[in-house]
Every structure is written in C-alpha cells, then in structure tokens.
C-alpha cells in the first residue's frame, strides 16, 4: 500500500471515540493533516487519559462530542453519517478491571455493542477498526507471538477486551457491518496518562526519570517486551481504515524488537540524564497477572498494508521525554507533582 491510504480520508467523515485520549488524540492529528472531516467522541472521565490539551493547536480543526459510548441513543445519532470509525474508547487498567470488574465490563464489552449496534441500524456501510490488546493472549506459550496463538487471558481486562474484539468480527461476518482489530502491543509516546501508574508503565517510568525519581523494577529486569511508538500506531490504524483487505480480521501491532525492562530504562535514563533505578520483589496482585516475557509478530499485518515500525525506541524515547518536560503541567496537577529525590 503506497501513500494512497492517507489521500483516502481527504473529505471523509471520520469518528474517533476515545478520542480526546492517548492513542486517539494522535491519531486525531494525522487525520487532520489528511485533511478528514474528524469528530472525537469522549467521556472525558477522570483517571481514563482523555485530556482536552491533547488537541492543542488542531482543536479548531476537528469538532468534539463530551459523550459516553453506552448510551445506545447517543451512538445512534453520532455514528449515522461516519465513513469511518475508529473505536479506541476503554478502560485499559488491567489492575483497576480486577478492582472493579464490573466498570471494565460495561466499558469494554457492552459498549462494544452498543457501538456496534448503532452502526449496525443506522449505518451499516461503516468501517470500523477497534483497538485490541496483546493482553487477550495471556502468557505465550512461545515467542514471538503471532495471531494464531490461543486467547487466553490472564485478567478482567483481557477477557472483555477479547469479548469486544469478537463482537466487531461477529458483526463484520454476519451482519456486514466492516470491522478489524489491532492487537496493539507497548504503546508510548506523547499525551499519554502519566498521573498515576495504572495505565502503563512506561509512562511511569517516563514521568519518574523526567522528576529524577527512582524506577523500580519488578524481579531482575530481564523480562522482555517490544515497544512501538504512537505516530506508529496512529498510521497503522488509518491503514487499517483505508484497506478492505483487513476486514474481519485480527492483527497484532508491535515494535520491531524485543528488549528487557533493565535495557529499556537503561536508555531512558541516558536521554533525561536524570533518575535511578531499583530492583524490588513482584507486589502479589501484579505478579498474578503477569504474562512474563512478550513480544509480538506483526508480520501479518505488514503482509496486508505495508505498515512498519518506523521510529526507533531511543527517538521516540527523546520525542516523549522532550515533550512532556514542555508541557508537564498539562498532565499532571500541582497537587500530584513530586519533589526529586
């Protein structure tokens, strides 16, 4: 697939929910540089990552919808003129869906349908792409990983995530309705969470170098994981959008290689030259639903659009730290800010 897919949204009508979000906010961004029509459907509720200084300088260029996806009635109305949807709102807590696991299923699964539904009876010549998670597979039983390892989930989080991975395939098959997921794996970068350590801990590690705080790390900092970058991903899903070829289909999104979380905070801490690190026992709660080693093969995907990782974790590092000692008021408040250490 040449540059071809990005000329596809010039003129669309494109909807993002999640969209006020990390992964949606920079999506959001290429979307206007192609020159789509973009409405962001978010709920803007506190703790989720939504952020209205995610879309600083394009906000006058894109229209915001404040909006819960499990009002059946309210996602009637949003999706019925939409070309194409990129469904990324969740709840990607895996601790939190084990605290309250309720929440996690009306976010995760029964929004699904509700989005899927809505789509299904007011506009079914849509194209969905909905944004999946390596969490779904559980503990691999060997690496790299590939789509047709078995779904095995090891918490809340992983089971609805698979549940609304399978509604969108299930109404791709049997009702029409155009759906794909990514499986995206360690996703970074800028405008992601980084008030508290619940939403990924990169961005923790991040927000911690940047203060000149210590890193801990869980055991001996040998497990593996591959990291992609969010301009990365963000082109993966307008592939997505613009390609039939991915229709009912899952695809794993990844970063190029695997690297262990001593070598990962390694290279964080020569970019902020700041912080230290520390080795500590696995807290029980987290070590129940550790998955261990995991690494992605995204062949499949490059197979059927083109897409690669293309930013190298130490300039996307740079790129994300650069950012966030610009706008670090933005993203956490003066209550939460840590003296260094």
Same mark, same amino acid.
């Given at each position: 697939?040449?540059?071809?897919?990005?000329?596809?949204?010039?003129?669309?009508?494109?909807?993002?929910?999640?969209?006020?979000?990390?992964?949606?906010?920079?999506?959001?961004?290429?979307?206007?540089?192609?020159?789509?029509?973009?409405?962001?459907?978010?709920?803007?509720?506190?703790?989720?990552?939504?952020?209205?200084?995610?879309?600083?300088?394009?906000? %006058?260029?894109? $229209?915001?919808?404040?909006? &819960?996806?499990?009002?059946?009635?309210?996602?009637?109305?949003?999706? $019925?003129?939409?070309?194409? +949807?990129?469904?990324?709102?969740?709840?990607? #807590?895996?601790?939190? @869906?084990?605290?309250?696991?309720?929440? &996690?299923?009306?976010?995760?699964?029964?929004?699904?349908?509700? +989005?899927?539904?809505?789509? $299904? /009876?007011?506009?079914?010549?849509?194209?969905?792409?909905?944004?999946?998670? $390596?969490?779904?597979?559980?503990?691999?039983? @060997?690496?790299?990983?590939?789509?047709?390892?078995?779904?095995?989930?090891?918490?809340?989080?992983? *089971?609805?995530?698979?549940?609304?991975?399978? /509604?969108?395939?299930?109404?791709?098959?049997?009702?029409?309705?155009?759906?794909? @997921?990514?499986?995206?794996?360690?996703?970074?970068?800028?405008?992601?969470?980084?008030?508290? #350590?619940?939403?990924?801990?990169?961005?923790?590690?991040?927000?911690?170098? *940047?203060?000149?705080?210590? +890193?801990?790390?869980?055991?001996?900092?040998?497990?593996?994981?591959?990291?992609?970058?969010?301009?990365?991903?963000?082109?993966?899903?307008?592939?997505?959008?613009?390609?039939?070829?991915?229709?009912?289909?899952?695809?794993?999104?990844?970063?190029?290689?695997? *690297? @262990?979380?001593?070598?990962?905070?390694?290279?964080?801490?020569? *970019?902020?030259?700041?912080?230290?690190?520390? /080795?500590? %026992?696995?807290?029980?709660?987290?070590?129940?639903?550790? +998955?261990?080693?995991?690494?992605? %093969?995204?062949?499949?995907?490059?197979?059927?659009?083109?897409?690669?990782?293309?930013?190298?974790?130490?300039?996307?590092?740079?790129?994300?730290?650069?950012?966030?000692?610009?706008?670090?008021?933005?993203?956490?408040?003066?209550?939460?800010?840590?003296?260094?250490?």
């Amino acid at each position: 697939m040449t540059a071809e897919y990005r000329q596809f949204y010039r003129g669309r009508r494109v909807m993002i929910t999640g969209g006020l979000g990390f992964i949606g906010s920079n999506l959001a961004r290429q979307l206007v540089e192609a020159g789509a029509d973009v409405l962001l459907v978010d709920s803007l509720i506190p703790d989720y990552g939504g952020n209205l200084f995610n879309i600083d300088g394009i906000a %006058d260029r894109l $229209r915001v919808n404040v909006a &819960d996806v499990r009002q059946q009635t309210t996602m009637n109305y949003l999706v $019925r003129d939409r070309d194409v +949807i990129f469904n990324l709102a969740g709840q990607v #807590s895996h601790i939190d @869906s084990m605290r309250d696991p309720y929440t &996690d299923l009306e976010i995760n699964c029964r929004s699904q349908l509700t +989005i899927l539904e809505a789509c $299904r /009876y007011n506009n079914p010549k849509t194209k969905l792409v909905f944004a999946g998670t $390596r969490q779904v597979y559980g503990r691999p039983e @060997s690496l790299p990983v590939t789509e047709v390892h078995l779904v095995r989930p090891t918490d809340v989080n992983g *089971i609805n995530k698979a549940a609304g991975e399978y /509604y969108h395939l299930l109404y791709n098959n049997v009702f029409g309705v155009r759906a794909c @997921s990514l499986r995206l794996t360690n996703v970074y970068g800028p405008r992601q969470l980084i008030k508290h #350590s619940r939403q990924g801990f990169i961005a923790w590690f991040i927000r911690l170098a *940047i203060e000149n705080k210590p +890193i801990q790390i869980y055991g001996d900092g040998s497990q593996l994981r591959d990291f992609v970058y969010v301009d990365d991903v963000a082109d993966a899903f307008l592939r997505a959008g613009a390609s039939d070829a991915c229709n009912g289909e899952v695809f794993n999104v990844g970063g190029d290689r695997a *690297i @262990s979380h001593r070598e990962l905070v390694g290279i964080l801490l020569g *970019i902020t030259g700041a912080g230290s690190v520390e /080795y500590v %026992d696995w807290p029980p709660d987290k070590k129940a639903i550790d +998955i261990g080693s995991f690494y992605a %093969d995204s062949s499949k995907f490059k197979g059927a659009t083109g897409w690669r990782a293309a930013v190298p974790l130490a300039d996307g590092l740079r790129c994300t730290v650069d950012f966030y000692r610009r706008h670090l008021n933005r993203y956490i408040g003066e209550e939460e800010r840590t003296e260094p250490m």
